[in-house]
């Protein structure tokens, strides 16, 4: 498929890389773009030789936000009627992990996209907003939903309210990305496919159910959650991988048991 707004490659024979590629608008979510994103995550989702995908933009921006120009004119009708940014959290559907390489702006639907990840790598350059206050409205994409989840009210309303931008090693400190990378052009992507390789070389059922049952976490009461945990684990022993894996082993050398 020729894409217009992204690039789509595959960096390891089961490693998706997508790319952001509208340089002149800092890769400004216009709705073509994410039409294109959607359908590139979802064919990646589906294709068994991938394992995990890895999303990322510029050296100068992951996003800056959803496209302020194409924005501009709506009115409340046009949003309304045409569901505007409701096929967004179709991100938050596909099995696969993503991983999020952010450098430079993630800011407005720009840091909502990037929580919609999986997991999010930092380059040092990395900022963090959600500037929507600034322009009249707030965060729609997700943002204020997960932010408050992942960072806390207190956090999640300075946010929003202020605008303010955060850094990468505050982002960090929050608990919003797992690290921030080494410097270096392309290292939060070098790091971040590395990770994905790995990833894609566990057990795909295992890392789907994995990834099911964290997220249900930020979803279901704890009763529930464990209670979904405990039957998802109960239902991987039913799989070829959880047979093959070395469970057996690690108890016969602990145990010094026979086989079984
Ligand atoms: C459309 C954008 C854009 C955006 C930048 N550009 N952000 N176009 N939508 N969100 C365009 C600029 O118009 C300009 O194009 C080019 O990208 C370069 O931007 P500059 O401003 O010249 O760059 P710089 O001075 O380096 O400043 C970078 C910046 C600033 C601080 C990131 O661009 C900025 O504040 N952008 C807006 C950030 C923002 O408010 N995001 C939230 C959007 S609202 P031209 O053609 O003029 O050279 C949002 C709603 C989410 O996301 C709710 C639903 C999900």
Redesign the pocket.
Known sequence: VQYENIIVSRPEPNVVLVQLNRP???N???SPLFKELNQALFEADQDDTVGAMVLTGSE??F?????????KDKTFADVYKNKF?EN?GEIARLRKPVIAAVSG?A??????LALMCDIILASPTAKF????I??G???????SQRLAGIVGKSRAMELILT?R?ISAKEAENWGMVSRVVGEGEGQVVKDAVAMATEIASKSQVAVQAGKEVVNAAYELTLAEGLRFERRIFHGLFATNDQKEGNLCEIFQSQAGVPDF
């Not at 907003?129 to 929507?132: A, L, M, V």
């Not at 409205?137 to 943002?143: L, R």
Request: charged content about 15%.
């Open positions: 002149k608008a800092l400004a979510l216009s100068k921006a996003a800056a936000g959803a496209d302020i120009k194409e924005m940014l967004w702006f800011l407005g639907g720009g840091c909502e907003g959600q500037p929507e600034n322009l409205v707030i965060p729609g994409g997700g943002g605008g931008t």
